[in-house]
Each structure stands twice: as structure tokens, then as C-alpha cells.
């Protein structure tokens, strides 16, 4: 495998390469950059990609490029934009810290004991930078999770890994401050260095820094697994209601029919209108109720009066009283005059003078007419006559 | 007793809630004067009266009534068409929540490649009728919740919606009915 030669090489191919370089790290979410597209911004010029190839900036695998891991992982930390948390660097780098300041005890040369206070220097810089990095990643990352994680199961798995990050994070931070506070007592007595001191404060005000940030992370944290949890099971009963009502059961399985009992909320009720009659001084008093009534009454004015559809006067003439005369037979008269005398009846009928003309037939309905009215004035005797093919009973006075 | 007594009156009686979140400025006004506690225990008060109870909820403000308003019937008919909607929100976007925003048109233009949201909005029955197309039916089914006042039309221009604080109404409902253990182990994932 080649490598660069010198750092110079190495910076000016990567400034060459710029624009590959760039919309690659662009794209290092998205799983196919095609070789393609890379083609086009090395102005096709195989060579170029190739070269990139060699020294492992970039690796091909099928007709897709990917940045190499070493590189990816440089350009992530250096802009501040990882995503995983590396927390072995300063669990390392304790530990190697550890075994420097035994070495710088147990030598006597003072050359070489500077040669590991110096090394111990730099690594506590470093776990101070890293320690705060790692803070602000995690944070950055926790509220991406919550906010773009759109499987719920996952985010919520994530964010527990977060969370164990977290714990490792303090951990470190007791280790390191148990390190210089307590382990290794002898050597920041005996080291007497004025620069190791300044560092050493510089790191114990970042790490101070970084547990009141954790703090408020893991408030962050509870609260949003809190939240999914919440969320999750708002989600579930609905879903579960959802399903009981769809199958007819939520009324008698919940208790929901004594849940809404209780709840007397107006949004349940119907929306009525409620018609109020207009003030009647108000209409009579009012320059404005005038105003409204005379601007109402134009909408009225083209409006078609009903006319009723009246009917032809009746004449004068039907009005008029008619006198129409009918000669009536006075049946009870008839008897009056019957009862005094000693005729038969039908004889008698036969006889009298009605004042108008009878004839025969009617003085018959007469006879029968009295017959069955006054029965109870009348004696019908068990003898017969016959007149004009009328057989008759003959009838006297009681 | 405030100058707003008879806007918040009007608002209230008709079944409607007062939001924090309302884009209305009015609303807000609204709102910020009900959050005075003095104010409140005025209104308490007076509402009481005339058999109305001012009640404060999750940021917003509603009436309800001392005595039994409604038949059961209409309320569970009301809730259970709650259920429906809210199933198909959350089909539809499952943050759909207090402050969302969305436009009747992300919601057809989801249908095309969510078949769950589209069989349930297929289950809609009132609302497919006279079959009417896809952007009709969800805006009848917005038109219900805008109409109960959980969701507002905050733009007219971009058509956006927005959920707003009374929705944790419905949330509480839903979280307050009591399904029993043994009928909930009975529930398919």
C-alpha cells in the first residue's frame, strides 16, 4: 500500500481533490456514491480517482466509492460532527498517564524524567479536550436521535445506549480526578512543575465543566425517554380502543360509557341556536334599528305580493227570500175531528173535505198514516170492507 | 370582573376551548387573562351562576356543566368518532401532537403509499358518501376536528393546520378509559 510521503503531499492531494473529497464526506450517510459521479468531479480523469485509490483515501468496491475510515473519522472529529462517542481514548489514556508517572518516579535522569512529564502533560490536555468533545457529542447526539429517529422502538434503544455513554462519560471523569487527587498523591507534590499545575487546573475546570453538563444531559435524557414512553403507550391504547370499538366491544369491556358519564362537558352538547326577539324600544327609539329597517325593507321591495284570487260577487238576486207554498194535511187536526163522531174511520177519511182535492189513493195513505199514529185513540174491529179493490179494517173512536 | 367576561363567554359556551397556542391574537389575549388566578376565581364564580364551570385543563381553558348535559349516547358517539380520527392523525404521523403542523395535501399525497391510512380513511363511512374524491373526504375529516377546536386553520395561504393545546383533551380521554388486563392480553399486536 503507498502512503504519502510527507504531510505536505497528503495536504496538497486532499486540496487537489477537494471537491471529490467534500461531496463524498457530504454523502457519507447515503450508502452508493457512484464511481460515476465521482468521475465527474475529478474532470474524468481516471488517474486522479486511482491515485486516491492507492494511497487508501478512498475505496472502491463494485462501482460505489467510500471514503476510507480513517480519513471519515478524522474530518467527523475535527468538525464536530461523529456520531459514535469513542470513550476508549481516555480510558486509555488514563491508564497510560498511570504508568508514565510510575516511570517518572522510579527514574533518576533528570532528561528522561522530563521526557515523561512531558508526555503526561499531553495526555492530560488531551483527556480534558476529549472528555469535553465527547460531552458535547453526546448531547448533539442525544437531541438528534429524539428528534429524527422515526422508528420508535429504536429510538428509544438508542437513547438507552446514550444514556449508558453517559455513565461511562462520569466515570471517567471520577477516574481521572481520583487519579490526581488521590492515587497519585506523591508525584503532583514531588513533580513541582508550574506548567503541569496550570494543566492540571485547566482540566479540572473542564472536566467540572463537562459533570454539570452531563447533569443536565441526564436530565435531558430522562426526559425524553419519558416522553417516547409516554407517547409509545398513548399510542398503544388508542391502537386498543381503536380495535375494541371496531369490534363492537369498547361498551361493555372499558369503562368508558363511565368515563364519559362523568364528563359533563359542553363540547358534547348540541350547538342550538338561540333566537332573541329584537328590543321593541329598541326598534322604536333607535336612530341605527331605523337605519337596519329601511335598509331591509329595500332588499324587500321587489319582492311579489301574494294576491289571493278572489271569486265573482254573488248576485243579489240569490240572496233573495223565496216563498214556496205546500198544502200539508194536518194529521192530528184530522183525528180531532174523527174522535167525536161514530163513523168508521176509512168512511170517514172518505168523506172529509181537505179543502184542496185528494184523491182516492192519498185518502188510503191518510187512513194508514192515522192507523199507525194514533193506534192507541183507535178501536180496529175484526171486520172487513172492500172499496175499489181495497180490502179495509174497520176503525171507530175509543 | 374583566372586560373580556363576555368574549370569553361566548367562546367557552359554544363547546369551544381557549388555547395557549391559538394563532388567533385574540385568543391569546384571551388566555393570558384566564391565567390570572384572581381573574379565574372571578369567572369561577360568576359562570357558576348560571350553571356553567369555567375548568382549566393542559394550557387551555373549557366549560362543563354540574349536572348530566347529554344522553350517554351522544357522548360515546361523539368520543368513538374521536377514536376514528385520531387513529387516522396518527396513522398519518404518529407525532401528531400539540403544536403540529400539516396541510390537507401531505395527507393525500401519503395515501398513495400508506395502505393503512388509506384503508381507514376507506372506513370512514359518513364521510364516503356520493363518492367524493381523496381531498374531499380529508377535508371533511378535518372540517371535524377544526369544528371541535383542536385544530386551527393557521394559514389560509399554505392551507397549514395546527394542533393546538385542547387536543391534550382528547389525549387525556383516551388515556383515562380503563381497558381490563385480561381483555387487553386479548388484543392482537
Known sequence: ?398 | MTKYTSEIFEVLRRGQFICSNSPDDHMQTLYRVLEDEDVFADLYEYFSKINYVLEQGNEYFYFSRTEKNVDLERKLDKAFGWIDILDFFKTFDSSFDVGFRFTPSEIVNQLKNNADLKSKLDSFKKINVDKRNYSERIKKIIEKLERDNFIVLESEMSETYKVLTSFNYLKDLITIVNIPEEIENEIPE
Do not use: W
Open chain 1, 1 to 398: 500500500m503507498n502512503t504519502f510521503n510527507d504531510i505536505k503531499e497528503l495536504i496538497s492531494s486532499l486540496k487537489r481533490e477537494e471537491k471529490l473529497i467534500s461531496e463524498m464526506f457530504g454523502k457519507r450517510k447515503s450508502l452508493d456514491y457512484k464511481y460515476s459521479y465521482a468521475l465527474e468531479l475529478v474532470d474524468f480523469d481516471e488517474d486522479r480517482i486511482n491515485f486516491l485509490i492507492e494511497r487508501s483515501v478512498v475505496r472502491e468496491n463494485g462501482g460505489l466509492l467510500e471514503m476510507d475510515d480513517q480519513y471519515l473519522e478524522f474530518f467527523e472529529q475535527v468538525l464536530d460532527v461523529n456520531e459514535e462517542i469513542n470513550l476508549s481514548y481516555i480510558d486509555e489514556n488514563i491508564r497510560n498517564i498511570e504508568g508514565n508517572i510510575d516511570y517518572f518516579l522510579n527514574e533518576n535522569n533528570e532528561n528522561r524524567k522530563q521526557g515523561y512529564l512531558k508526555f503526561i502533560k499531553k495526555t492530560f490536555r488531551k483527556i480534558g479536550v476529549i472528555t469535553l468533545r465527547s460531552v458535547v457529542d453526546l448531547r448533539r447526539n442525544i437531541e438528534n436521535t429524539f428528534k429524527n429517529e422515526p422508528n420508535y422502538k429504536n429510538k428509544q434503544l438508542k437513547l438507552e445506549n446514550l444514556d449508558e455513554k453517559r455513565n461511562l462519560v462520569k466515570n471517567l471523569i471520577k477516574q481521572t480526578l481520583d487519579l490526581i487527587n488521590e492515587e497519585q498523591h506523591t508525584f503532583f507534590k514531588t513533580s513541582l512543575d508550574e506548567e503541569l499545575n496550570r494543566i492540571i487546573i485547566d482540566l479540572k475546570y473542564q472536566l467540572g465543566e463537562c459533570a454539570h453538563n452531563l447533569i443536565e444531559i441526564e436530565k435531558q435524557i430522562i426526559n425524553y425517554l419519558n416522553q417516547i414512553k409516554h407517547h409509545g403507550r398513548f399510542l398503544e391504547r388508542l391502537r386498543k380502543l381503536k380495535y375494541l370499538k371496531d369490534h363492537f366491544t369498547i361498551g361493555s369491556e372499558t369503562d368508558i360509557k363511565q368515563v364519559l358519564a362523568t364528563r359533563n362537558q359542553v363540547i358534547f352538547e348540541r350547538r342550538a341556536g338561540e333566537p332573541l326577539n329584537l328590543s321593541l324600544d329598541f326598534l322604536r327609539e333607535e336612530e341605527k334599528a331605523f337605519e337596519a329597517i329601511k335598509r331591509v325593507a329595500t332588499k324587500h321591495l321587489n319582492r311579489k305580493l301574494f294576491k289571493p284570487i278572489l271569486a265573482d260577487i254573488i248576485s243579489a238576486e240569490l240572496l233573495e227570500d223565496n216563498i214556496e207554498e205546500e198544502v200539508m194535511v194536518n194529521l192530528e187536526e184530522l183525528r180531532n175531528h174523527f174522535l167525536p163522531t161514530s163513523d168508521n174511520l176509512f168512511n170517514f177519511i172518505l168523506n172529509y173535505d181537505f179543502q184542496k182535492k185528494v184523491d182516492f189513493d192519498e185518502r188510503v195513505t191518510i187512513f194508514c198514516q192515522i192507523v199507525s199514529i194514533y193506534e192507541l185513540d183507535l178501536v180496529i174491529e175484526n171486520t172487513y170492507q172492500m172499496m175499489n179493490g181495497v180490502e179495509y179494517a174497520i176503525v171507530y173512536p175509543k
